[in-house]
T-cell receptor, first 113, second 117 residues
């Protein structure tokens, strides 16, 4: 099955700095890579996703890049704000009739004001 | 905006007792999932359900677990005889049918925190 590794486990930045979270996946058949943000005590919520036919996707301050050859993808957050503080999970999904993302272990992002 | 809802938000149960966690998926979704998240750890897939049967399940989903869609709106997870290590946040999720080669987003409920004492 798919295995997703995520680094770092914790990331501490100053407000205004950029944050980068990296993930690798094992199954080259994976073609959908969502990123979820989970605030303390709340549900995981999709913040951005990328499919394997593109290499980069951007939405305001967040962007995701995908390198299919190397089987890794990254989340980039620019101009971080304290409200960006949360746990971020990457995931990879193999195509098929059902959608079953395999999650990384999560990165706890702390943005200091 | 439609949401996946779960009840209860917190359940405390004694070891060995049965618990049923309830979920109401988004109404036009056809795939349903249960995930669990042990405190401080990653979100782990338990089971997916489609067309009134289990589509896939992980090694975590052993004979102690079962799922059911008792009516047109609810989706339940039953743990027959709870163990201390079942303590976790349990998330229900639902998604539309995957379109062609591209999979679709899963929407998560707010979770049920299960504490086994």
């Amino acid at each position: 099955g798919e295995n997703v590794e995520q680094h770092p486990s914790t990331l501490s930045v100053q407000e205004g700095d950029s944050a980068v979270i990296k993930c690798t996946y094992s199954d080259s058949a994976s073609n959908y890579f969502p990123w979820y943000k989970q605030e303390l005590g709340k549900r995981p919520q999709l913040i951005i996703d990328i499919r394997s036919n593109v290499g980069e996707k951007k939405d305001q301050r967040i962007a995701v890049t995908l390198n299919k050859t190397a089987k890794h993808f990254s989340l980039h957050i620019t101009e971080t704000q304290p409200e960006d503080s949360a746990v971020y999970f990457c995931a990879a999904s193999i195509p098929g009739g059902s959608y079953i993302p395999t999650f990384g272990r999560g990165t706890s992002l702390i943005v200091h004001p | 905006e439609p949401e996946v809802t779960q009840t209860p938000s917190h359940q405390v149960t004694q070891m060995g007792q049965e618990v049923i966690l309830r979920c109401v998926p988004i109404s036009n979704h056809l795939y349903f999932y249960w995930y669990r998240q042990i405190l401080g750890q990653k979100v782990e897939f338990l089971v997916s359900f489609y067309n009134n049967e289990i589509s896939e399940k992980s090694e975590i989903f052993d004979d102690q677990f079962s799922v059911e869609r008792p009516d047109g709106s609810n989706f339940t997870l039953k743990i027959r005889s709870t163990k201390l290590e079942d303590s976790a946040m349990y998330f229900c999720a639902s998604s539309e049918v995957g379109r062609g080669l591209w999979d679709t987003e899963a929407f998560f409920g707010q979770g049920t925190r299960l504490t086994v004492v």
